[in-house]
């Protein structure tokens, strides 16, 4: 069974600083790493994904993620904050069985405060 | 803009009703997936199909069921409504069939209201 974890439901963060979003996994075999971020009014964009290799993922508008097998986690990052990265941040994993289809976490509302 | 398109952005119904959901898949994708996404249920995977075929099945009531077209198209169908069927649809479409390293490409949605 496959299970993701995103532990805060909001972080805020101020213009320009950096900003983490965390998400921690369970899995059975190799985890297959996604994270989507949910515009107001919008559908899923996808912004990058963790396959294999380089623990250090660099995905859409400047994001990235860091995948730390040992403590389970694939954790969303940028360096500096955008107003415009206000959004609802969703992290999923791949299940590996049947439909190989995407299991996601419960989604943190991240707020970019001016 | 992922390439998928789903209509129509809103509906609403009365409870009982039936409604029909549209999904488009980028082009050259053969797998389409229907997920709901709902307060208290978070975003749940339905059903796939990939190239005319049902393939998997997730947290699908009965009272919903799904097919793809020949053209790739797909259509959710959702029966005998109710209240907590109220939630935002999406349709995510990937080249191969679900592949884990491949990436799904979301719709915007379609919101659907149960009055």
């Known amino acids: 069974a496959q299970s993701v974890a995103q532990p805060e439901d909001q972080v805020n963060v101020a213009e320009g600083n950096p900003l983490t979003v965390k998400c921690t996994y369970s899995?059975?075999?190799?985890?297959?790493l996604f994270w989507y971020v949910q515009y107001p009014n919008r559908g899923l964009q996808f912004l990058l994904k963790?396959?294999?290799?380089?623990?250090l993922v660099k995905g859409s508008y400047g994001f990235e993620a860091e995948f730390n097998k040992s403590q389970t986690s694939f954790h969303l990052k940028k360096p500096s904050a955008l107003v415009s990265d206000s959004a609802l941040y969703f992290c999923?994993?791949?299940?590996?069985?049947?439909?190989?289809?995407?299991?996601f976490g419960t989604g943190t509302r991240l707020t970019v405060i001016p | 803009d992922s390439g998928v398109t789903q209509t129509p952005k809103h509906l609403i119904t009365a409870t009982g009703q039936r409604v029909t959901l549209r999904c488009s898949p980028r082009?050259?994708?053969?797998?389409v997936y229907w997920y709901q996404q709902s307060l208290d249920q978070g975003l749940q995977f339905l059903i796939q199909?990939?190239?005319?075929?049902?393939?998997a099945k997730g947290n699908i009531l009965e009272r919903f069921s799904a097919q793809q077209f020949p053209d790739l198209h797909s259509e959710l169908n959702l029966s005998s409504l109710e209240l907590g069927d109220s939630a935002l649809y999406f349709c995510?479409?990937?080249?191969?069939?679900?592949?884990?390293?491949?990436?799904?490409?979301f719709g915007p949605g379609t919101r659907l209201t149960v009055l």
């Open positions: 995510a479409s990937s080249v191969v069939e679900g592949a884990p390293t491949d990436t799904q490409y």
């Open positions: 899995v059975s075999g190799n985890p297959y």
């Open positions: 963790y396959i294999t290799g380089d623990n």
């Open positions: 999923a994993v791949r299940v590996l069985t049947g439909a190989n289809n995407l299991f």
């Open positions: 082009s050259g994708d053969l797998s």
């Open positions: 199909y990939y190239n005319g075929e049902e393939r």
